[in-house]
């Protein structure tokens, strides 16, 4: 029974962490969620280390995109 808890509760977290992934951050919620400065996030973004939209005239960062750039 709690082999099938278990099962259960990590699929609710991929549930979760698929939802929050569509989720896009301006510059300083990104930096602020990173830890790292919005210079060192500029740079990233002009190396093409980090993808980003530019809608609305702002750097626009989806949560999943900054994840993988943080374990790449």
């Known amino acids: 029974m709690d ?3 278990l099962e259960k509760l ?3 977290e991929k549930k979760i ?3 929050h992934s569509h989720r896009y951050l301006d510059i300083k919620e990104t930096s602020e ?3 790292l400065s ?3 996030i500029r740079r990233a973004v002009n190396k093409g280390q980090l993808n980003c939209s530019r809608k609305l005239g ?3 960062f989806q949560e ?3 994840q ?3 374990n790449g």
């Open 38 to 40: 919005i210079s060192t």
């Open 58 to 60: 702002k750097l626009l």
């Open 10 to 12: 990590n699929s609710i």
């Open 17 to 19: 962490d698929l939802k």
């Open 3 to 5: 082999q099938i808890l």
């Open 64 to 66: 999943s995109d900054i």
């Open 68 to 70: 993988r750039w943080l």
């Open 33 to 35: 969620f990173t830890s």
